[in-house]
């Protein structure tokens, strides 16, 4: 699946424009953060500007280890009308401690939602800010009740999440989730070139915003319909390109 993150409503409208090429809509505001969150309101109008059909996922911020402060926030994006709900465990420096945080979203969210996904975030640059390791996000999410673990980067500095962790070890955060029968999400600067690898270790949801914005400028840059398009092209050629390998294998 495709999740394109716009800042706002006015992306939101253009990511409207491009929705035959993407599965979900997620709301962030990348001047708090790398999962920084977006208002409320902003959630609410940006699940009326997109079709029905397409999920909304909201993050909840890069989070601190304040478990009671985070499911209440996480309750909000689920009552603004998220079906996704993303937590960052950027405050969180043990397993222990992001189980603590997930499970306090989990109550608040499913007591609300049951329908509802809640997604516990790691951080492929964990050693630049000092947060869980990337491959305990799995265990964490599992043990949790989340549904699903992702990774992204924590310092939007140009860096990317193949910078910080290569392929082999994405492949296994993938293998550790669907392991525990959780969906597996990652993030973090993708760009086209990403997909190959990401398709061949059975990513479940790759995360994008830069690669989509006017210019690759997540920040200053704008999401761009045609660029989500020729994005969703590339994704699917991959997976076409890669059944077809599997198919000739077994054969």
Request: aromatic share 4%; proline share 6%; net charge negative.
């Amino acid at each position: 699946m495709l999740l394109i993150s716009p800042d706002g409503v006015e992306e939101a409208l253009d990511c409207a424009k491009a929705a035959e090429h993407l599965d979900i809509v997620d709301v962030k505001r990348p001047a708090e953060g790398s999962l920084g969150a977006n208002f409320p309101w902003v959630i609410r109008e940006v699940r009326d500007a997109v079709p029905a059909d397409k999920p909304v996922s909201a993050t909840v911020g890069d989070v601190p280890y304040k478990p009671g402060t985070v499911a209440q926030a996480a309750l909000g994006a689920v009552v603004s009308g998220a079906t996704y709900i993303k937590v960052g465990l950027y405050g969180c420096t043990t397993p222990e401690q992001g189980v603590e945080v997930m499970r306090a979203v989990v109550r608040a969210v499913k007591d609300h939602r049951p329908e509802a996904l809640v997604v516990a975030s790691g951080y492929a640059d964990a050693h630049r800010v000092g947060c869980v390791n990337p491959l305990s996000v799995p265990d964490i999410a599992a043990r949790s009740g989340a549904d699903a673990a992702m990774l992204d980067t924590a310092v939007k500095d140009g860096t990317r999440l193949f910078d910080h962790l290569p392929p082999d070890v994405c492949a296994e955060f993938v293998r550790r989730a669907h392991a525990a029968d959780l969906l597996a999400a990652l993030a973090g600067s993708v760009r086209q070139a990403d997909l190959g690898a990401l398709t061949r270790m059975g990513t479940d949801i790759v995360g994008v915003r830069g690669a989509v914005c006017q210019g690759g400028d997540r920040d200053a840059g704008r999401i761009r319909p045609d660029l989500v398009a020729a994005f969703r092209a590339e994704m699917d050629r991959q997976a076409r390109e890669y059944a077809a390998d599997v198919a000739a294998a077994a054969s």
